[in-house]
């Protein structure tokens, strides 16, 4: 099958402001969200929508902040994974409304020795112009993370701001939050985490050169380098590909992935992406690889026939977990 042949929505303009001294606010006053809101993922969606509409009722713009680096990784706590890289995540963010601003303010070591009252009056008032400021409840902010949402209510008070937390959605196992999302990810239950995500956990990666092991064999696999999010427990996935190229990310097929170490060929770590009916050149291509379920775990075989064999059922167990899935309407194109 030939990708999309539909012609891809434009990409929207960006809404991604770099620093807070580079948001133009029009001599408007803004509502601010703050977090590190990885995933996006539907209590973060309600939470956004519900300050979205609370900013438009009031006549202030609507703003998110977020941090990057993470501030674990700059405090030397080491690195998280993440369910979404920063672009993707801006991407989900602007979604959600087109007034909608998202403010990524580089997370540095000089930013972490803020104090409270430094971090609210010089980033919040001065430079974002926040009237209304809306955190996790479990918010701390300044030099060794010494202000909590008392101290920001008590801020606000002195600076003219009003500062609020909002509880999250949950379920009767407990809140929805990206860590709860990750645990599910790297035990492979992808089912459950597109329940908390709202869609699919995606990977993604450039195409790179193989063994080519697959194609002579019959099964052409892309190989993804370079992927940065939380990777599943190794196994195999039924899953839906986009292709990702100047005009942004479009629709290409369902398809398997294979992530873990080919016990069978002893080959290594990889993760593998054969597309249904689609038999074209990907190398040095995008790929965004949405995970739908988890056909089976990965398991060595006796020989390769054995192998080639489980491959296809494999194949047709992917197309039946993915036959009834639609695109997202608002991913313009592509699949989420």
């Known amino acids: 099958m030939d990708p999309d042949s539909r012609a891809p929505a434009p990409p929207p303009p960006s809404r991604r402001v770099d620093g807070a001294g580079s948001l133009v606010r029009s001599g408007r006053s803004t509502l601010v969200a703050i977090g590190n809101f990885d995933g996006v993922h539907a209590g973060h969606r309600a939470v956004l929508g519900a300050a979205v509409a609370d900013a438009r009722s009031r006549g202030l713009q609507p703003v998110v902040l977020t941090f990057h680096p993470h501030p674990a990784e700059v405090l030397g706590r080491g690195r998280q ?25 580089p997370f540095t070591k000089q930013l972490a020795a803020m104090t409270p009252r430094a ?4 980033l919040l008032v001065q430079a974002l112009g926040a009237k209304i400021v809306v955190v996790g409840q479990n918010f701390r902010f300044g030099h060794d993370r010494a202000g909590d949402l008392t101290m920001l209510e008590t801020l606000g008070r002195e600076l ?31 089912r459950r985490a597109e329940a908390l ?3 699919p956990h995606m990977i993604s990666g450039e195409v790179v050169r193989g063994d080519g092991r697959g194609r002579t064999v019959g099964i052409p696999t892309a ?3 370079g992927v940065t999010e939380a990777l599943p427990e190794h196994g195999v996935y039924s899953c839906l590909v986009d292709v990702v190229d100047e005009t942004g990310p479009r629709k290409l097929g369902t398809g398997v992935a294979n992530i873990g170490n080919r016990p069978t060929v002893a080959a290594g770590f990889s993760v593998e992406v054969y597309v249904h009916d689609f038999d074209g050149d990907l190398y040095g291509a995008r790929l965004r690889v949405h995970l739908v379920d988890r056909i089976r775990e990965e398991r060595k075989f006796a020989n390769l026939d054995a192998l080639v064999r489980q491959i296809r059922t494999d194949i047709e167990t992917a197309r039946a977990q993915t036959s009834a899935r639609e ?9 989420h």
Request: hydrophobic share 45%.
């Open 119 to 122: 971090f609210a009056e010089e």
């Open 327 to 335: 695109p997202d309407p608002a991913a313009g194109g592509a699949w």
């Open 197 to 199: 995500l709202g869609r």
């Open 160 to 190: 003219g701001f009003e500062a609020r937390a909002e509880p999250l959605a949950h379920d009767a196992a407990g809140p929805f939050s990206s860590s709860r999302i990750r645990e599910l990810v790297a035990q492979g239950d992808v």
């Open 81 to 105: 994974a993440t369910l979404t890289a920063l672009d993707r995540k801006v991407e989900l963010l602007c979604r959600l409304d087109p007034a909608l601003r998202v403010v990524v303010e």
């Open 223 to 225: 190989n993804l380098g």
